[in-house]
């Protein structure tokens, strides 16, 4: 089992910059998969940013060279978010997985961390 908790959410202007983080406890070391997802209300989450020891990292197309993931500890996984835009507002999840590459369906989740930029 994994316990994972985000922080860093808040309410911004279009340029700033924001740092979620994500707590894990549990059985941590036997997540492959790490990553943020994000989710618009009314539909689903998608992933915005994922690292694995057995895949590339991934960054969605709309974010990258604005956000970096990173890891501080086996403990700790971030995402740097800068240059953030109206349409970064959304719901930010954590989210681990046991295999290669996060899977929803089966993915370990935190219980989300509300960003809001406002223009």
């Known amino acids: 089992q994994v316990q994972l908790i985000e922080s860093g959410g808040g309410l911004v202007q279009a340029g700033d910059s924001l740092r979620l983080s994500c707590q894990m406890s549990?059985?941590?070391?036997?997540?492959?998969?790490m990553g943020w997802y994000r989710q618009y209300p009314g539909l689903e989450r998608e992933l915005v940013a994922s690292?694995?020891?057995?895949?590339?990292t991934f960054y969605l197309d709309s974010v990258k060279g604005r956000f970096a993931i990173s890891r501080d500890n086996a403990y700790t996984l971030n995402l740097q978010m800068n240059n953030l835009k109206t349409e970064d507002t959304a719901v930010y999840y954590c989210?681990?997985?046991?295999?290669?590459?996060?899977?929803?369906?089966?993915?370990?989740w935190g219980p989300g961390t509300q960003v809001t930029v406002s223009s």
């Open positions: 989210a681990v997985n046991v295999a290669p590459r996060l899977r929803k369906a089966n993915n370990y």
């Open positions: 690292i694995s020891n057995m895949a590339p």
């Open positions: 549990g059985r941590t070391d036997t997540m492959r998969a």
